[in-house]
């Protein structure tokens, strides 16, 4: 079905790259992701510091339904101390995964899109809006360790 490596393998990747504040004022960010299959569910444990001088820390765990061999998406929630309870969907279209969310309480929504480099490497850019107003956004890149 796919040759993509991170979400799709238990495995731990490094997270670098640039965030981007509700101001468009651009800080580094770095963490770390890590992947681990259970029989009925994927697990995304997520944790990165954005050198702001506050270093700001975003945590997210996500939880994925697997997906088979004959679809190319699938659904995922997601417990985040910043947006509550996300509710959201991927789609696996040839080198690219895209996953798109609402908060529970319907006050937030993002997007991620994420590029396979090679089996090893990815690069991601995203977003979050609040209503109508852009929160924050962010280009990584993921290597796997």
């Known amino acids: 079905m796919s040759n993509h490596t991170y979400l799709f393998n238990s495995a731990v990747w490094e997270v670098f790259g640039d965030y981007f504040d509700q101001s468009g004022l651009k800080y580094p960010l770095e963490g770390i992701s890590k992947i ?8 995304n444990d997520l944790m990165m510091k ?3 001088g506050e270093q700001k820390e975003i945590f997210n765990f996500s939880e994925i339904k697997p997906l088979t061999e004959d679809q190319g998406f699938s659904f995922w929630n997601s417990q985040n101390p910043d947006l509550g309870n996300v509710n959201g969907f991927l789609v696996v279209s040839g080198d690219e995964i895209f996953l798109s969310w609402n908060s529970e309480d319907g006050c937030h929504s ?20 609040k209503g109508k107003e852009r929160m924050s956004s962010w280009e990584l890149h993921l290597k796997r360790v």
């Open 36 to 43: 681990d299959h259970k029989k009925n569910v994927w697990l």
């Open 50 to 52: 954005v050198k702001n």
């Open 110 to 129: 993002g997007s991620n899109h994420l590029h396979m480099i090679d089996r090893q490497h990815y690069t991601q850019i995203g977003y979050v809006f």
